[in-house]
Structure formats: C-alpha cells, structure tokens
C-alpha cells in the first residue's frame, strides 16, 4: 500500500488534524463564474487555465508542455480548517517545500490558505503555488508546480488562475469521471477509494490506505507511450514495473508475466509474494498490463492475507476492464 500513496504524499502533503478559527483573518475574495471557467471532470472545482495550459491526460488538472508547469488537483477527505495543519512549515519542508508566504483567504464564502515556496525534485528547482479550499464536507488542494527558470509573468498567470478558483459544491461529481476506462468490482467487496489519485482506486474498506488488517486494494491507472512496442519490449515493461515494488520476493511463488487476453485487448500477467523490505512483513502484488495501440494499462492488487481469494478477485475485476474509446 505504501507504493500508492508515496508520489501522492511527496507531492500533494500529509493532512493532519487542526483546531477551528484559524481562519479569522483573512482576505476577502469574490470570483464570478465567466465563460473561460472549465469545470475539472470529477471535482467541485472550476478554474480558469492560465494562457498556454492545456487539460493533462495523466493526472486532474492543467498543464503547460513548453514550460514544463503543471496545476494539479486533488481531493483530499475531511473538513477544510482541519486539514490546513497539513501545511506547517516545519512539515512542508519535510516534503522539500520551503515556505516562503502564508496567506489566509475567504473564497466566495469559503476558507483557503494559499502557501508560495520552491521544491527542489528530480534535480530542479521549481516555484510552487498550493491552495487547499473547501468546506466541512471535503477540501482540494490545487497545486502548481513551475521551473525556477520561467518568466515572472508566467508565475504571476498561474497564481492569478490558482486564486480565481471557484469550489462549487453543488457540482455533481464522481471520481471515476475523470476516467476514460471503467472495471466491475460488484460482488468483490472492493469500494472506491476515498481519495482523488492519478489512478482509479479500490480497497476493501473504502479507505487510502486501507485500515483493515488485510489491507486489500487494487489501482488502475492508464499510461501512453510515443511508439508500438514488440511483445518482447512490452514484457520487458511488465518485469521493471513489477520490480519496482520493494519486496524481497518468494521464489516459488513469483511467476514470469503470462499472457492475459480481455476480449480483444492483450497483455501479460504475474503475480508473487514478497517480504516488505521496510515494514517487514509478507504482502502479495498482483499486476497485469494489457496494451491497447499506444496506450496501456496497469491492474495492480495489493494484500496482506487471504492470497487465494483475492487473487481471484483481482484477476476478475482485470477481465472486466473495459476502455470508452
């Protein structure tokens, strides 16, 4: 379960609890809706994209491919006011966020905290705008990442369109919205994951991560490549994800990727169980790719227990992929 929540976390900041009123002091805001809004599939959220962003197939939210900017959202559960402790200085530059300003805001009658910084990842250095807005119910993070390198005027467009957010509750969402393909999870005990993630998320609680002892979970996520690759290439691409996960792996369970057909789509499967090399326990991960042209798509099953049963709900809720193209 660690592997799906570590990017989340490196990116978009634990949540942690905090007492009411921090909010007293600050700045008015009124945003009217305009025909320029976008409203962002499967979010309460409209937002106006800053000049050259354009929607991002990979994850909710806008990006500029020349610049390299990207304005990411994500829902994250709980009351707004009680989330905003989340952003402590002293937390954030745990993250690699150095918190440069702080500045408290009343969102057309909603609470925000907007937080202006640097990160430093993957080698570069990038200026960061986050606004976390909400209400009782549920809050979003918007969050933007911008090269240090880019023009003032390009920093200045993208916290313009952060702060014109507009959080409309009334929006009538869901989380699978945003997603092009669709599985079956009826009868498997699995419910839709209680976060906004880049993939589509079940465990057997509801809950990322799952508080139940098996802590039984599954992802789909869809990725797209720049060229067709040979059955070789593609099952040489199932084994590197495969082995990304950090388990010291049972020899005499994990299999080679076999292939796995959905109708007229195919890919390959496998599966093992390993020792977790951090939490040091025995975990089972499912994983099936299957290609469709020049994209595919990642299955992906987690579980501390019960192997024989979830296996087979795993490969089940895997055959009932289906894509909306």
């Known amino acids: 379960m660690k592997r799906i929540l570590f990017s989340f976390f490196l990116c978009f900041i634990t949540i942690l609890s905090f ?15 305009n025909a320029n809004y976008k409203t962002v599939v499967g979010t309460k959220i409209k937002l106006i994209p800053p000049r050259g962003f354009i929607e991002s197939k990979t994850y909710t939210g806008f ?14 559960p709980g009351e707004v ?7 402590d200085k002293k937390y954030l530059i745990k993250s690699g966020v150095i918190v440069e300003k702080q500045i408290f ?8 905290l907007l937080i202006e910084g640097k990160q430093v990842a993957y080698g570069k250095t990038y200026y960061k705008i986050m ?8 809050s979003y993070l918007i969050s933007a990442s911008i090269p240090s390198e880019v023009s003032q005027k390009h920093i200045a467009e993208v916290k313009e369109s952060v702060l014109a957010v507009i959080y409309d509750p009334k929006i009538s969402s ?3 919205d945003r997603f092009d393909f669709t599985v079956d999870v009826s009868g498997t005990g699995l419910k839709k994951g209680n976060l906004m993630l880049s993939s589509l998320t079940y465990s057997d609680d509801g809950n990322i991560p799952s508080k139940t002892k098996e802590k039984t979970s599954m992802t789909i996520r869809k990725s797209t490549i720049g060229k067709a690759l040979s059955e070789a290439e593609k099952i040489t691409l199932c084994k590197k994800l495969f082995e990304n996960y950090p388990l010291e792996w049972d020899d005499e369970v994990k299999q080679e990727p076999k292939p796995f057909d959905i109708g007229n789509l195919k890919g390959y499967e496998m599966y093992s169980l390993g020792m977790h090399k951090e939490m040091y326990i025995k975990e089972f991960i499912y994983q099936t790719i299957i290609f469709d042209n020049l994209d595919y798509y990642v299955i992906t099953g987690f579980t501390y227990g019960e192997v024989d049963k979830n296996l087979k709900i795993f490969k089940k809720v895997t055959a009932s992929l289906k894509t909306k193209n």
């Open 63 to 76: 990006q500029h491919e020349l610049a390299g900017s990207s304005i990411v959202i994500t829902e994250v």
């Open 131 to 138: 606004l976390l807005i909400g209400d009782i119910y549920r």
């Open 174 to 176: 869901e989380l699978s």
């Open 19 to 33: 007492s009411q009123g921090i909010n007293t002091k600050a700045i008015e805001k009124t945003n009217n809706i």
């Open 81 to 87: 006011n009680r989330n905003m402790i989340g952003f």
């Open 105 to 112: 805001y009343k969102i057309n009658g909603f609470d925000a």
